[in-house]
């Protein structure tokens, strides 16, 4: 089971931890005295959702039954096969595409960004019980989520698998937004409405799956952005966006050039040959215009340079536009960081959704 695999990776990060008397007793209290992820990850969480400002007045003893009410809550939620495949979704997403992650602790116990999603998800379990005493604990984790991480995400709203709240602060999600699968959302986002009535009917966005949504966007309505769309920092987004279509600014769509075919290598030498070819007979025109007596200055010069075309590399040194670096070269690495977790053969994960 891959929940498991996790948290036998975790428990060798914590391990690590011990070393250090500033990180020994996180490592015991986090992720070693649990037996499995949804227990690591419901604790860390109830311990934030609780505390004495919260509850003023309560004593340390309700305090505590109120926190391992919570724990059992988040732990019992958590431990759902679909709930639990989502959050390793989240995980695997965070590993993968935030370069500054080199394991599972640290999105686990310092992202709140993966801790805001994943206090959505309990929430939104909540939310579809339909009842008064559910949706009113939904509310109140929305809440705390709010002041906590400073991201406002409503436990009706509708999520995917694989969604990334990068840096998180100030991230709005409206109570009908669709967000689709392996998301990546930066910080001062907002999934809003326009203000305009709308009665039943759906008023925030529809984001699609394997989207990037940039730092500071505003996206307003009842409109899609399809499936690897691009939602540039600060744009303002009221209108539909075609799948993998890139918007800046206020509802500017980026026309993108057609792609230009690449040279095949053969191409490459035949241009090659005839940069060479085209700066020897420019040469030989010069040695022909000195042996016929016509004076080589200024106007000469000129005339035989705009003949001639830029120089090129010598025979033997050209790179062929350095075909040694490729793409595959950076999936392999993203390969590689989803092997380690998942326990799988390179190139056969599916980053579980």
Known sequence: MIAARAFAYLVSEAHALEKSPLTKQMAHLFVLRHTQLAEAIGYVLAGKICDGDTFTGSTAAELLELKEAYAATFVSTLSEPQVMSSVLADLAKAWIADPATSGLFQPIFFFKGFQAVALYRVAHRLWMADDACSRNAALLIQSRMAELFAVDIHPGATIGDGVMLDHASGVVIGSTAIIGNDVYMLHSTTLGAT????????????????CTIGAGC??????TVGDKATIGAAAVVTKDVPSGGTVIGVNALLKRKAPVPPLSLASKVRRLNSEQREKFEAHMDEQALAQSGVPSGPVASASSAAGAAPAAEEVGTYDFFGESGSLDDLAWIYDRKAVELVGQEEGTYDMFF
């Open 218 to 223: 505003t996206v307003l309505g009842d409109l």
């Open 195 to 210: 203000g305009k009535p709308m009665g039943t009917a759906r008023r925030h966005p529809k984001i699609g799956s394997s």
